[in-house]
């Protein structure tokens, strides 16, 4: 006799699993009826998106039997940017993938170091731009889900447009203080006003570690309560490769022209309107790569063929990355990825 809980057995239902194989189909209907086409791009790669708080997931490719000692290092992706964003240079113009992303230290009712992701790319567009689509494209497949399963139990979308508010317009309203003009002393104070613990190795002297902690603790769990809510345009220090504006509102350091999206606090997306300046991104790379190293992880490549298609001359454009599994989740109203997974990894 099958035991439920035996290790070989998914660990959604074979239901659920057609329902997610139809919301896939929804999805790909969306993309191609608004003039996207799909590419598929390496999950392996020499290239991986550098970032100082995202570990790839690290191999070797050997050329020859029997040197492994000798193999070339490559990256299982965090992210297919850096691929598609090739694919832009050479004369694509609006691209989707689904695909398959990896990243270490992902685990909990809401990660998997594997995961499902949606992304995308037009050129032409602003982060403003995208926003508007990724709020068509989550109606769509929650309306596609009502006609799958019943949701009578699950959260629902707001009647009217998400809500948007800039990262700046955030802080003020849920922590009360400004995000980009404050102080170290502004928002220790209110770190203490509200009794937020802070962790033990906090560095009370840095902006932005107190924008992070007000962020989780202040700012996402009010969101909760919003249903449905973009954040947009992040303090320049969290642009990774969103493009910087600049202006006398918008902090000593500009904003970065990037946008969140959080679905009953649950965040969904990341887009941005993209950096195309080579010189810029390898100036974060370094960034990057310094903060790496001085938390005692492992140094990512500061060359890529990404920075060989920027000198080459990546178009303006826009773009978005989506996790899949969590949009699933939430639109056929389970509580965790594992019940919208087939295999995760305990038992992959």
């Known amino acids: 006799m099958i035991q439920p809980d035996s290790n070989y057995l998914p660990t959604a239902t074979i239901e ?26 390496p999950i392996l790669s020499r290239d991986t998106v550098v970032d100082a708080y995202i570990d790839p997931f690290v191999t070797t490719w050997c050329a020859t039997e ?10 299982l992706q965090t992210s297919p940017e850096f691929a598609m964003k090739r694919l ?31 992304e995308w790319y037009r050129l032409g567009e602003t982060h403003h731009d995208q926003m508007t689509f990724v709020e068509a494209l989550v109606r769509q497949i929650y309306e596609r889900a009502t006609a799958l399963c019943d949701t009578s139990t699950r959260l629902a979308l707001p009647e009217t447009p998400f809500e948007r508010f800039s990262y700046e317009a955030a802080f003020l309203q849920f922590a009360g203080l400004s995000a980009l003009h404050s102080t170290a002393e502004q928002f220790e ?32 769990p009010a969101l909760r309560e919003k249903r449905a ?28 022209e990037r946008f ?20 810029e991104l390898r ?18 490549p ?40 087939a295999f995760p990894l305990e038992r992959a």
């Open 16 to 41: 659920t699993l057609q329902q997610r194989s139809q919301l896939l189909r929804a999805i790909r209907t969306f993309f191609e009826s608004r003039g996207y086409w799909e590419v598929e791009t």
């Open 283 to 300: 100036i974060r790379i370094r960034q990057q790569s310094a903060i790496r190293k001085q938390e005692h992880r492992p140094v990512l």
């Open 66 to 75: 029997g040197t492994a000692a000798e193999g070339e290092l490559r990256y």
């Open 229 to 256: 809510v973009f954040i947009y345009d992040y303090p320049a220090r969290q642009a990774a490769l969103a493009r910087i504006r600049q202006g006398k509102d918008l902090g000593p350091e500009g904003v970065a």
């Open 88 to 118: 832009l240079t050479a004369g694509a113009d609006q691209i989707y993938q689904i695909t398959h992303a990896f990243r270490q230290a992902e685990r909990g009712a809401m990660h998997n170091p594997e995961f499902a992701m949606l």
């Open 189 to 220: 104070q209110v770190a203490r006003d509200r009794q937020i613990s802070v962790p033990s190795e906090f560095d009370i002297n840095d902006c932005q570690a107190w924008q992070n902690l007000l962020l989780v603790e202040l700012i996402e």
């Open 260 to 279: 969140e999206l959080y679905l009953h606090g649950v965040e969904i997306c990341n887009g941005y309107h993209e950096l195309t300046d080579a010189d």
């Open 302 to 341: 500061a060359e890529s063929y990404l920075l060989q298609a920027m000198e080459a001359g990546l178009p303006a454009c826009a773009g978005t990355a989506l996790g899949l599994d969590r949009l699933i989740m939430l639109a056929l109203g389970k509580q965790t990825l594992q019940q919208v997974i």
